[in-house]
T-cell receptor, first 111, second 114 residues
Framework: RKEVEQDPGPFNVPEGATVAFNCTYS??????FFWYRQDCRKEPKLLMS???SGNEDGRFTAQLNRASQYISLLIRDSKLSDSATYLC????????????FGKGTHLIIQP | EADIYQTPRYLVIGTGKKITLECSQT?????MYWYQQDPGMELHLIHY???????EKGDLSSESTVSRIRTEHFPLTLESARPSHTSQYLC?????????????FGSGTRLTVV
């Protein structure tokens, strides 16, 4: 089983809709979780950290479920500019801070 | 405004050439990293450094080498480029206690070896 798994998509969603996707992780000792956004041919950028109690940043809500070992990202009122690949990032084992990047979920918002 | 800079942005080079990909950051971060990413694929850590004179190999085996003589500079060198080295190389940095701020990535170098 891969350390971090994401549905690659693509998710085709109409503008204004709500979309959610999950990411599962294999290491139950994982400590920190993040969502990064990567636009086509660009570098990843931190979207938000994921806290145990869940957290919200505008239209974006991140949740952590330690029992089932997954994190989720929900985007409300989706905009065309939300089209991107969303990378799940987990800290827990491995070199260099033990940070493992998921392969990403490709989101396409359609007008 | 970018605080971590990578040059060149694009590089097309012949097999067997020696190349150095530059990465510099102005944030005073101790930790720096090199990732390799093929189109549509995940990032793979190839090298990292926790400070001056510190270099470590990452999770993905790479024929490249790195050096860290100055805090702000973390160049990556390929002694003899091959077509299999064609990929995007992303440099990143972070501060100690990075949990809230995450990694800052450079814009990447897209390398093509012909």
């Amino acid at each position: 089983r891969k350390e971090v798994e994401q549905d690659p998509g693509p998710f085709n969603v109409p503008e204004g809709a709500t979309v959610a996707f999950n990411c599962t992780y294999s290491n139950s000792a994982s400590q920190s979780f993040f969502w990064y956004r990567q636009d086509c041919r660009k570098e990843p950028k931190l979207l938000m950290s994921v806290y145990s109690s869940g957290n919200e940043d505008g239209r974006f809500t991140a949740q952590l479920n330690r029992a089932s070992q997954y994190i989720s990202l929900l985007i409300r009122d989706s905009k065309l500019s939300d089209s991107a690949t969303y990378l799940c990032v987990v800290k827990g084992g491995g070199g260099a801070d033990g940070l493992t990047f998921g392969k990403g979920t490709h989101l396409i918002i359609q007008p | 405004e970018a605080d971590i800079y990578q040059t060149p942005r694009y590089l097309v080079i012949g097999t067997g050439k020696k190349i150095t990909l530059e990465c510099s950051q102005t944030m005073g971060h101790d930790k720096m990293y090199w990732y390799q990413q093929d189109p549509g694929m995940e990032l793979h850590l190839i090298h990292y450094s926790y400070g001056v004179n510190s270099t470590e190999k990452g999770d993905l085996s790479s024929e490249s080498t790195v050096s860290r003589i100055r805090t702000e500079h973390f160049p990556l060198t390929l002694e003899s480029a091959r077509p299999s080295h064609t990929s995007q190389y992303l440099c990143a940095s972070s501060e100690w206690g990075w949990s809230s701020s995450g990694y800052t990535f450079g814009s990447g170098t897209r390398l093509t070896v012909v």
